[in-house]
């Protein structure tokens, strides 16, 4: 951590599952490095857009973030972690203020019951620290797997794909890792992203899906993947030129 932030790098050894072979894509092995060759052109050093101040106030912005925008939970966050950036402090402000602060976000009440409730949880099992299994994680209230693996890119630099919405989307349009659930999706995404990219992989994905191909009606004459996609529904095939994106607005500064 350096002035209260957290920073990252990547991690020497990818935590890949085990696969008995390298899942059959679409996409070659040549299209699939280019595509994410392109993705860190476009964003060097890709960065989640949650707005915290180290592991804890991430897995509380993380849970928060459920059916909400990452907008819309900073909005509310922070004031909240300008004085309960520890559970002890969380814990002290307690779970009727806490909804105070989080009322804009969707299903605040039970949030903020999470909220407190994981914050016992790490002090009482923990010792105040977050834990950096996916394992712990998970037995965190509120806290599921998506986020479990959120905490661990962001907060611990391991390489993770935490399937969320737009990954999902992306997955199946773009036929690049068709799935019925978050699970499968991640699953398959693992075992078919270059190793070389696997870090950086899912924040380049999430970045994607939600400025370029969006949900309504994807972007296509922005995309710089576009003679790459093989999404039915893509109405260009030329290539956006490849420059760098302006720096991020959101987001912790490393």
């Known amino acids: 951590m350096e002035n209260g932030k957290i920073k990252t790098k990547a991690p020497s050894a990818s935590p890949r599952r085990k696969a008995p072979a390298r899942l059959k894509s679409l996409y070659s092995q040549d299209e699939l490095k280019e595509m994410f060759r392109r993705f860190s052109i476009q964003r060097p050093e890709p960065k989640g857009e949650l707005e915290h101040v180290n592991p804890f106030t ?32 969380m814990l002290a402000l307690g779970e009727e203020r806490v ?94 992203i270059p190793d070389e990219y696997l870090y950086h992989a899912h924040h380049w994905l999430i970045l994607h899906g939600r400025y370029c191909c969006k949900a309504r009606k994807p972007e296509c004459e922005r995309c710089v993947i576009a003679d790459l996609c093989r999404s039915p529904e893509k109405t260009c095939d030329v290539p956006a030129p490849l420059v760098e994106l302006p720096a991020q607005l959101f987001g912790p500064t490393p």
């Open 58 to 89: 991430l897995v509380v912005a993380v849970a928060l973030s459920a059916q909400a925008t990452d907008a819309g939970v900073n909005k509310a966050t922070r004031a909240l972690f300008a004085i309960a950036d520890t559970p002890e402090k």
């Open 99 to 192: 909804r105070d602060y989080i009322k804009t976000i969707g299903l605040y009440r039970n949030k903020a019951k999470n909220v407190i409730a994981l914050s016992q949880m790490l002090v009482d099992r923990f010792g105040s620290e977050v834990p950096r299994t996916r394992e712990e994680l998970i037995l965190l209230p509120g806290v599921g797997r998506k986020t479990a693996n959120v905490v661990l890119s962001m907060a611990f630099g391991q390489a993770t794909m935490a399937v969320d919405t737009h990954i999902f989307r992306i997955a199946n349009r773009l036929l690049l890792a068709p799935g019925k659930t978050p699970d499968e999706v991640e699953d398959r995404l693992i075992r078919i």
